[in-house]
């Protein structure tokens, strides 16, 4: 059995230390659930403890969950990674200008046209490798309703030529949700409950639309948000999805740790050639080196393990591949190790400019994979006898 008991520490210190209100950590291992564990309480100002069933706004681990759905409609021939997106959104065709500007996460960038690109050349295999040259705008602040977002999303300049390099951004992945619905005349939560969450036996994961309101029960709190005026808790934290209902490709899934380990592990499934998700084939192809800027390598949906010795994934396997959320959240599968991994925190609740977990957060991995390699090796040394 494997030793958590200095992992558990070190998060509670965090915890105690104020660095987030609370944790939650699910764990498989050789195919196994072997840790399922809540630490701190969600809210401090209502002290009410953490439970391994709290739900979490995983903020851009919505990515897996709806690029997942999305990928099970390629293989069902109603999308292809390869088609162009001008297939379903005839305005994102024709010559685009090229401008720094076009990333409003870059501060203060020149506005001039340093170049074109060929919109219709982009695909969806661009959008779910993030090389697709689209930048990121709040469309909260620069557009009035869904449609003219969608309009704004599929006309505005570009950032880079595509393919030239890696910019992490959300508004391909709107698209994407935005063409699962009008292809499927269907809301994206009812797409991902129907092909992701019902199949695994995700009983706690869902988006949860703005227009029912919010829903507080055991599930951890986010920031108080300036654009909004109240402390978010049981709505989506990320503002571009909050403007689309809570309902967007890149953000507004809830989860529990469990429940995003479980979608880890039918990915680790196919790749050992068991029964998973999507079939092996599929899921060896999305986690091959694509692309990368001067730190972020990319698969088709997945980050893979980066190179950077100070980065959280740098302990794992070579082969590992996982994604980050925002509010202070990730998901690791380590092949090579047989592990998969979900950590899921309410770091943002201090507010977004006093998040912790991303200088943290490699301690704590560096804890569970010392935790792991212990007790495997103690079962390698077994084995000789």
Known sequence: MVNFEILDKHINKLVEQGCFPSA???????????????????????PWPARPDTQYDVASLSKLFAGTAFLKLCQAGVFDLDEPLSRRFPLFTGEREIRLSANALLQDQPDEVIGYADAGKVTWRHILVHNSGIGWAPLHLRCKDREDAIRYICTMPFAYQTGETVLYTDLGLILM??????????????????????????????????????????TAPTEICKYRGMRMHGLVHDENSYFFGGLAGHAGVFSTALDVAKLGQSYLDALQGRAGILPTDTVRDMIRFRQMNRWDRRGILFQLRILDTDAHSFPLSRTAFGHTGFTGTCMWVDP?????????????????????????????????????????????????K
Do not use: Q, W
């Open 177 to 218: 949700g935005v063409a699962m619905e009008e292809t499927l005349g269907k809301r994206l939560d009812d797409i991902v409950d129907e092909l992701v969450c019902r199949p695994l036996g995700l009983e706690h994961t869902g988006y949860r639309r703005v227009e029912r309101g919010a829903v507080t029960e055991n």
């Open 24 to 46: 939650t950590l699910a764990v498989f291992h050789h195919n196994e659930l072997i840790k399922n564990d809540a630490y701190g309480a969600p809210d401090p100002a209502h």
């Open 336 to 384: 090579e190790r047989e592990l998969v991994f979900a950590l899921l925190t309410n770091d943002v609740y201090n507010g977004r400019e006093n998040r912790t977990l991303g200088r943290l957060r490699k301690g704590i991995v560096e804890e569970l994979i010392s935790a792991i390699d212990k007790e495997d090796t103690c079962k390698k040394a077994e084995d000789v």
